[in-house]
């Protein structure tokens, strides 16, 4: 089965920014759509924004001022810029192919400290 990877996530202090990205083989990647979700401790996986295969975009409500999914097909790999970041930003960050809610992978830790 193919697995996508997140990366990217880490420390950081409310009002700053990171980039995480998702990767997978290009021969597999290329000409799909990708979706991010974030899982809070405690917390049902929340919908963050998805891109499609060709470059659309749409995000939760919450978070389109502050969020950017962009993709490099040269690089099989979509990023998500989060900007401004506040302390309920902190979660794991998972990709996943547009429409696939199966064979999540680890995600990417963000923390966001006060």
């Known amino acids: 089965q193919v697995q996508l990877v997140e990366s990217g996530g880490g420390l950081v202090q409310v009002g700053g920014s990171l980039r995480l990205s998702c990767a997978a083989s290009?021969?597999?990647?290329?000409?799909?759509?990708i979706m991010w979700y974030r899982q809070a401790p405690g917390k049902q996986r929340e919908f963050v924004g998805f891109?499609?295969?060709?470059?659309?975009?749409n995000y939760a409500n919450s978070l389109k001022d502050r969020f950017l999914i962009s993709r490099d097909d040269t690089k099989a790999t979509v990023y998500l810029q989060m900007n401004s970041l506040k302390p309920e930003d902190t979660a794991v960050y998972f990709c996943?192919?547009?429409?696939?809610?199966?064979?999540w992978g680890q995600g990417t830790q963000v923390t966001v400290s006060s």
């Open positions: 996943n192919f547009l429409g696939n809610f199966e064979n």
């Open positions: 290009a021969r597999t990647f290329n000409g799909k759509g």
């Open positions: 891109i499609t295969e060709g470059g659309g975009t």
